[in-house]
């Protein structure tokens, strides 16, 4: 992890946020490759969930929303974590996360105002070892603002602590306008924040971060196979972003452990080097969230069926996913070190590197990002040979430029050939190209206009026409 993260700041996957002021707990930054990398995420699931279906349109909701929302979602009462202080270290944490440490149970009773924690016995802080701990505190996770320019109650908002609210607030203007009937979803991409008591996991678990919310509505009695459906969609989507199913794992949650409103729960795991951790969840919420909002405004969230004459609260299956955790899986899962032929015209592909060792003669050691090319920050890069001779330099922006228009690209004219290739391979580019004297048609007609197309992952070359390039390019990352 250690690798990852410094490669991050290396290449400007991912910066600490505010670096220059000591930087801020739980907040971070995508450099240049980082935020390509996201669009990609981003423009990937909005194409697979919303474009490419009949069944789904999309929402675009602001970040704070009337107080109201979060009152009728339950956020307002319970969206909180327990607490607990060590007396001695001054040391902060949440307790359910104190206690798995420690391989203990946090204790819970069910009260009248919500849950009640209590730390079992053995508990102690992991940080010094005292066994003073405070009892555990319940703390909303919502940020608070206020509107206007008076800070009292009445004037308190939130930044959204999740996008999916928005969707069912607006549920009815959505309905009236789209001309969609049940079964259909609205969807939204979007910030979210979450004061958590502790932050950790590089970006895993930070207090802003962006999801990508789905809610499918369907008619009642149907919840069943739309969940299964949808988990079946959601394993399907990680795997065409180049997650590979082998480390991906479904954890589907026991009766017990489902919210009191939802009859079905499936998290998408995936094996991260801090051990397997929760990319997705996928809930049967039934009609919770639309009865809540219903009860709380006084405005009915019903729905007319045509067909069957019936007005009925539609259930909802909600697949939620965040981006950022996303990124960082997309990251962990690319990083390999290798050993690559120090001259790569020699044809040799490239082998494992063995930790600890030095790579064999005529070999150097790689770390290479392999992005599957439809998520890969960039596509493609464009070499000239040589940076000294003009025609050559000329040629390569003329193919640079025919690049461009269509696909994230690069140009680099700096350092010799295999350094150029070395940078690339970390940033995951998929492509490189060069222009030699062979295109320049030195080397007689029938190279001229040619190009060689180097694989980032087999470090095969071969000869292509310029012409047929960006159909080549095309091809492999749509
Ligand atoms: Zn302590």
Redesign the pocket.
Known sequence: MEKIVALCKRRGFIFQSSEIYGGLNGFWDYGPLGCELKRNIKDAWWRDVVQRRDDVVGLEATIIMHPSIWKASGHVDSFTDPMVD?K????RFRADQLCEELGLKLESVETPTGKQFKLPAGAK?T????DQLTEPRSFNLMFKTFIGPVEDVSNVAYLRPETAQAIFAQFQNVLSCARQKVPFGIAQIGKAFRNEINPRNFTFRSREFEQMELEFFIKPGTDAQWHEYWVKERMKWYESIGLPASKLKPYVYKKEELAHYASACVDVYFDFPFGSQELEGIAARGNFDLSQHQKHSGKSMEYFDDETKEKYLPHVVEPSAGVDRIALALLCNAYYEEWAPTSESAGSAPIPAEHGKQPPAGFESRVVMRFAPRIAPVKVAVFPLLKNKPALVEKAKEVFHLLRSQFVSFYDEAGNIGRRYRRQDEAGTPFCVTIDFDTLGEKGPEMKDTVTLRDRDTLKQERVSIKELPARIAEAVK
């Open positions: 060590c001695t270290c001054k040391k802080c940080a010094c070892g005292s």
